[in-house]
């Protein structure tokens, strides 16, 4: 059995935190790291995140800091930072081979590629798994029950990592779908924002059933048809986290959808100082990536609508009207043709 007894988490946000105390929780020795030094300084002192996750003590055994240094040593490392700062990240890391777990849900934006195949560009010998699953971190941090999905190629490397942040509050299931929980975890933040819509528009539970339901088979098409297997994308890295996201208004992207739904300029809102809704940075990679699959002739009219109405091209009204009278055709279709 691998041994991993000392666990560094890189990036000091909600989802950070949460995960640097579940790994606690799991027995390990447990390094988190942030960038922003004052807010690091702000955490040493109080034990508490208050900009993320006010109100909430964190385990004095956590080692805090803002210096990568600090974090040579460990045995793995999880990295919590946005999907569109990963490349950065991993360049600052340096071409070290300790095992990393990327936490991060979408698509590089500049390359349309998952971010496991960004990591492996800049650091080869790396060995790369991928987290994923219907996990709010507020509720990870105090403890309530959870599960996601760990998936490695290696499987003893990725039953080590699963064992290393699993206790009785937090349960990972293993597999080495890695295509799957990642495009899961990209797509279902895209579908959250149609979702939001549906929700901020008011055109009720049967369109938002609709919505969520037909999005799931857009997530899988174009999982199925880049190598991810079907129990995955039903599992809690695909369906899930899907059910999780687009039903809550604590989804950022949920609500970033709903603002939009309600009448804000998509355009503008993207614009905001500290805006960082995932699914709006992905939408148009997914799309571009579902383009590439030429052998499937895919459509993903869903998030096609959703990466339209982002970039200014296409209103609600007119993304619900093509939605609603596009041919009709079998619910069971494999690919949209």
């Not at 490392?77 to 979408?106: D, H, N, R, Y």
């Not at 349960?171 to 779908?177: G, V």
């Not at 799931?216 to 999780?244: H, P």
Request: hydrophobic content about 50%; some cysteine.
């Amino acid at each position: 059995m691998i041994a991993i007894d000392t666990i560094a988490v890189v990036g000091a946000g909600a989802w950070g935190t949460a995960l640097a105390m579940t790994a606690v929780r799991a027995k390990r020795q447990v390094i988190l790291w942030g960038r922003d030094s004052r807010a690091i300084d702000g955490i040493l002192r109080r034990r508490e995140n208050p900009r993320y996750l006010p109100g909430i003590e964190i385990d004095p055994a956590i080692q805090v800091t803002n210096d990568l240094a600090d974090i040579a040593g460990a045995d793995a490392i999880v990295l919590v930072v946005p999907a569109q700062t990963v490349a950065e990240v991993i360049a600052k890391l340096g071409q070290t081979s300790t095992p990393l777990v990327v936490c991060a849900k979408g698509l590089d934006r500049g390359t349309d590629r998952r971010l496991s195949e960004v990591i492996h560009d800049q650091t080869p010998d790396r060995r790369i798994a991928a987290l994923s699953g219907p996990n709010f971190a507020r509720e990870v941090a105090l403890g309530l029950p959870a599960a996601a999905t760990l998936a490695c190629a290696d499987e003893p490397l990725g039953r080590a990592l699963a064992a290393s942040l699993s206790h009785e509050q937090f349960r990972l299931y293993w597999t080495d779908d890695v295509i799957g929980v990642e495009i899961g975890g990209a797509v279902k933040n895209v579908l959250a924002i149609a979702a939001g819509m549906v929700d901020g528009r008011r055109l009720g539970e049967n369109a938002k059933a609709a919505l969520i339901t037909r999005g799931l088979a857009e997530l899988m098409r174009l999982g199925e048809a880049l190598g991810a297997r079907r129990e995955t994308l039903m599992g809690l890295a695909g369906l899930g986290d899907l059910m999780l996201t687009a039903t809550s208004q604590t989804s950022r992207n949920m609500a970033f959808g709903m603002a939009i739904g309600e009448g804000a300029n998509p355009v503008r809102l993207q614009q905001e100082p500290g805006a960082l809704v995932e699914g709006a940075a992905t939408a148009a990679a997914v799309i571009r990536l579902a383009r590439q699959q030429a052998a499937h002739d895919l459509t993903l009219p869903i998030c096609e609508a959703v990466a339209a109405i982002l970039a200014g091209h296409l209103d609600i009204d007119q993304a619900i009207e093509a939605l609603m009278t596009r041919p009709l055709r079998a619910e069971t279709d494999r690919y949209s043709k």
